[in-house]
């Protein structure tokens, strides 16, 4: 896993990747502003804010405390000091449960590569570090080359949830996903 004192790890084709930090405002703000567009169908509406260092300097905050409190775990894709997509684990849940949650997203020029496969498998693999039993990942109906990502790591089909988001300004069905990971707990 990559550990922010080790600096980042290759993950694919010069492309590298380790943990946010509110240090990468600036890079995030500026590759959401050059995939504005291509993210749009995929993710909820954002203020303008969003597409600038000041609003997500609070934002990769919030981050960096989630990862620190053991709620979550965040990084950035890398190609030299240009960001070029994240990825993350959200709503850890420890106990009966553990449970992750897996998303990401790739910048539209980095489209086909590869990334996402790589970047998940890596994310898999932390997961399964922290001893997480189960991933999950939900996609819009449509999205099939995240479908494919999901499939190549493993991760089945599990339903549909209905009006599950509010995506592109409005409610959209998803496809959910799982991934059982090796029982690290015994039992």
């Not at 894709?77 to 449970?99: E, K, T």
């Amino acid at each position: 896993m990559s550990d922010p004192a080790e600096g980042p790890s290759v993950l694919r084709d010069g492309v590298s990747i380790r943990f946010v930090t509110e240090d990468d405002a600036g890079a995030v703000a500026a590759a959401y502003v050059r995939n504005r567009a291509f993210l749009q169908p995929w993710e909820p509406v954002r203020p303008e804010a969003f597409y600038t260092p000041a609003g997500q300097r609070p934002l990769l905050a919030n981050a960096v405390a989630e990862q620190a409190a053991g709620r979550g775990l965040f990084w950035v894709l890398l190609d030299g000091q240009a960001v070029v997509g994240r990825i993350s684990l959200n709503d850890i849940v420890r106990g009966a449960f553990q449970n992750g949650h897996l998303g990401y997203w790739i910048a539209q020029d980095y489209q086909g590569r590869g990334l996402a496969t790589a970047a998940a498998s890596f994310a898999c693999s932390a997961a399964a570090g922290l001893g997480l039993h189960r991933l999950q990942a939900g996609t819009l109906v449509h999205n099939t080359g995240s479908q494919t990502v999901l499939g190549r790591n493993g991760f089945s089909r599990i339903g549909l949830a209905e009006n599950y988001i509010r995506i592109d300004g409005r409610w959209q069905d998803h496809v959910l996903f799982q991934r059982i990971l090796p029982d690290t707990l015994g039992g």
